[in-house]
């Protein structure tokens, strides 16, 4: 393969998921269109692994998708969800029936929103809605709060 190609390969790539420029002597119309198709595919495959997140998005959840994710280069369907969810709970906006899932997926697994996720060694707590998540030794345990 041509330096020439490789480097106009790349740049449709980076256009179409990482929001680079439209490259010379293609459609913008239609690379908009590709690239709105790619993120609804990326909100269908996060939410095999958010599916509490997806739910509560209900008929907004690739919207939101799309809005956290535009422009940001896929990460994996696990890692893209997650984003999603940190990016709704920092906007104010992760719905109420999400936020046992990402405070049990917190305490269970270490991401930095950048490198590898990886499972906790050292205990954690995290605080849900109206629950603890706790992890030691590996397992991850609910604890349910009573209101007084």
């Known amino acids: ?29 239609r690379l ?18 958010w599916p509490l997140l997806a739910a509560a998005l209900g008929p907004g959840w690739p919207a939101a998708v799309a809005e956290a994710l535009d422009g940001v ?12 969810a940190r990016w709704l709970r920092a906007a104010g906006r992760l719905p109420a029936g999400a936020v046992d899932e990402l405070a ?8 930095d929103g950048s490198g590898a996720y990886r499972a906790r060694r050292a205990p954690a707590v995290r605080r849900g809605r109206g629950s603890v998540f706790v992890q030691v030794g590996g397992r991850t345990l609910r604890l ?3 209101n007084r």
């Open 1 to 29: 393969m041509s330096a020439g190609l490789a480097a106009r390969q790349a740049a449709l790539v980076d256009a179409l998921v990482a929001g680079a420029p439209v490259p010379d002597g293609f459609d913008p119309v």
């Open 32 to 49: 908009a269109t590709t690239r709105r198709a790619l993120l609804r595919k990326r909100a269908g495959e996060a939410a095999r692994h």
């Open 73 to 84: 280069p896929p990460g994996g369907s696990l890692r893209d969800g997650w984003d999603v």
């Open 104 to 111: 049990a997926r917190e305490v269970a697994t270490r991401y």
């Open 144 to 146: 349910r709060l009573r």
